[in-house]
C-alpha cells in the first residue's frame, strides 16, 4: 500500500512537532536530526527524493511553550504538512509539579497553533495524548488528560484535521504486547510503542495526501 502511494508524496515538508516523545533524543544542534522515534521511522518509510523532514518535538513542552515558539519552530519552516503531539506534560505537570494547565486554555492554545497551520496551508495532523496504567500512580491521570483528549479531538474537527487515536490505540495494543513493551513509564514509548505511533500517523499522511 505505502508503495504504491510514494509518487504522490513527492517533494513534501514533513514537520513533526510535540514534547519528549517526538524529540526523542535528536540532536538540537542539526536541524536535521530526527531522533530516535517515530519522526525517524515515518521518515524511513516515506524514503522519496525530494522530502524534506524537520523534527521541532522539545522535551516538556507544554501546549502553551509549542505556542510560544510557534513561529519560528513552524509558520518559518514552511511546512506542506504538519503532525503534532502535544499533551501529556499538560497533565504530568499537574501531578509533579502541582501545575495546572486549564482545560479551556490547553484548548484555546492548540486551537491557535492548529487555525495558524491551516492558515498557512498546510496539512494538519493531530496526534492524541495517551498514558497506560503502568506505575499505578498513572492511572489517576485519566482525571486529567480524558478531557484534553476530548479538547484535541474537537480541535481536529473544527480545522478538519486528520486524527490519530493514540490513547485508544496504545490500550487495544497493550492488550496484546503488554503495558511495559509499549511504554515502560506509561508515557514515553519502548521502540515497539514509537513503531506503532509511526504505523499509525503513516496512514494518516496517506489519507490526507491521498
Not at 536535521?32 to 519522526?39: E, I, K, Q, R, T
Not at 504538512?81 to 499538560?90: E, K, M, Q, T
Amino acid at each position: 500500500m505505502f508503495a504504491g502511494m510514494r509518487s504522490k508524496l513527492c517533494s513534501m515538508r514533513i514537520l513533526f512537532q510535540g514534547d519528549s516523545i517526538t524529540d526523542c533524543g535528536r540532536n538540537r544542534s542539526d536541524p536535521s536530526s530526527l531522533g530516535d522515534g517515530y519522526a525517524a521511522i515515518v521518515a524511513q518509510k516515506l524514503d522519496v527524493d525530494g522530502h524534506e523532514f524537520f523534527n521541532r518535538g522539545i522535551s516538556g513542552n507544554r501546549a502553551y511553550d509549542l505556542e510560544s515558539r510557534w513561529e519560528e519552530d513552524c509558520i518559518a519552516l514552511k511546512p506542506d504538512l504538519v503532525a503534532i503531539l502535544i499533551g501529556i506534560n499538560d497533565t504530568w505537570r499537574r501531578y509533579d509539579s502541582n501545575v495546572a494547565s486549564p482545560i479551556a486554555d490547553f484548548e484555546a492554545s492548540l486551537e491557535r497553533i492548529s487555525a495558524s497551520v491551516r492558515r498557512s496551508g498546510a496539512k494538519l495532523i493531530l496526534l492524541e495524548p495517551f498514558v497506560l496504567p503502568t506505575p499505578k500512580d498513572r492511572v489517576k491521570w485519566r482525571d486529567d488528560l480524558d478531557p484534553k483528549i476530548h479538547a484535541v479531538r474537537r480541535v481536529a474537527w473544527l480545522h478538519a484535521a486528520a486524527l490519530v487515536p493514540l490513547d485508544g490505540i496504545f490500550a487495544a495494543a497493550a492488550c496484546k504486547d503488554g503495558l511495559e513493551s509499549l511504554a515502560p513509564d506509561g508515557v514515553h514509548p519502548s521502540q515497539l510503542g514509537h513503531s506503532l505511533i509511526a504505523e499509525h500517523l503513516t496512514k494518516a499522511i496517506f489519507s490526507l495526501v491521498g
